[in-house]
T-cell receptor, first 116, second 114 residues
Framework: GAGVSQSPSNKVTEKGKDVELRCDPI?????LYWYRQSLGQGLEFLIY????????KSGLPSDRFSAERTGGSVSTLTIQRTQQEDSAVYLC??????????????FGPGTRLTVL | AQTVTQSQPEMSVQEAETVTLSCTYD???????LFWYKQPPSRQMILVIR??????QNATENRFSVNFQKAAKSFSLKISDSQLGDAAMYFC???????????FGGGTRVLVKP
């Protein structure tokens, strides 16, 4: 079946603009994660959705970052008033929810964001 | 907080030879999962191998195997019979049994020489 997809693949924006990054998880996966991969900070957890529960937003670096997940499927990560330090690859992952013997997260190809 | 450390920024191996990547982690939990992910230039993170902390037996997947030392909090990856396609960044990752998030190490770049 189809894997995790993300769009756009690459995004170039100007400082101060808002951007939206999209993630389509694997069908049937109830858990969805966003991570950020940057040269200076490595791979960082941003936010986690599980079913209808309140999301775990503990990794969001500032209030300029927000995410939502509609209908328990597609998720959008929004960055407002982008800064140059937001430049990074944003990775999305999904996982079967509940007790899983493997606990494996499946990753999308990422969106490379460049803020000029 | 859990931390994952990969002390080798880069490793080079001759084709068909063996290379071992180091990973140590810190946690106060007793039940957790450990993973090695491969990230080629395409950016796609690919799961290489996983280990459940409650299992004493080391995981193996074809040419990939781990040496899991729970008491020492060490989780190394051995790549045997290295192939050109193994060249990539390798990340060690930890998640608690609840699996709320992955904590990654800084990565090790593997270069394979023909």
């Amino acid at each position: 079946g189809a894997g995790v997809s993300q769009s756009p693949s690459n995004k170039v924006t100007e400082k101060g603009k808002d951007v939206e990054l999209r993630c389509d998880p694997i069908s049937g996966h109830t858990a969805l994660y966003w991570y950020r991969q940057s040269l200076g900070q490595g791979l960082e957890f941003l936010i986690y959705f599980q079913g209808n529960s309140a999301p775990d937003k503990s990794g969001l670096p500032s209030d300029r970052f927000s995410a939502e997940r509609t209908g328990g499927s597609v998720s959008t990560l929004t960055i407002q008033r982008t800064q140059q330090e937001d430049s990074a690859v944003y990775l999305c992952a999904s996982k079967l929810g509940g007790i899983s013997s493997y606990n494996e997260q499946f990753f999308g190809p990422g969106t490379r964001l460049t803020v000029l | 907080a859990q931390t994952v450390t990969q002390s080798q920024p880069e490793m080079s191996v001759q084709e068909a030879e063996t290379v071992t990547l180091s990973c140590t982690y810190d946690t106060s939990e007793s039940d957790y999962y450990l993973f090695w992910y491969k990230q080629p230039p395409s950016r796609q993170m690919i799961l290489v191998i996983r280990q459940e902390a409650y299992k004493q037996q080391n995981a193996t997947e074809n040419r990939f195997s781990v040496n899991f030392q729970k008491a020492a909090k060490s989780f190394s990856l051995k790549i045997s019979d290295s192939q050109l396609g193994d060249a990539a960044m390798y990340f060690c990752a930890y998640t608690s049994a609840a699996g709320n998030k992955l904590t990654f190490g800084g990565g090790t770049r593997v270069l394979v020489k023909p």
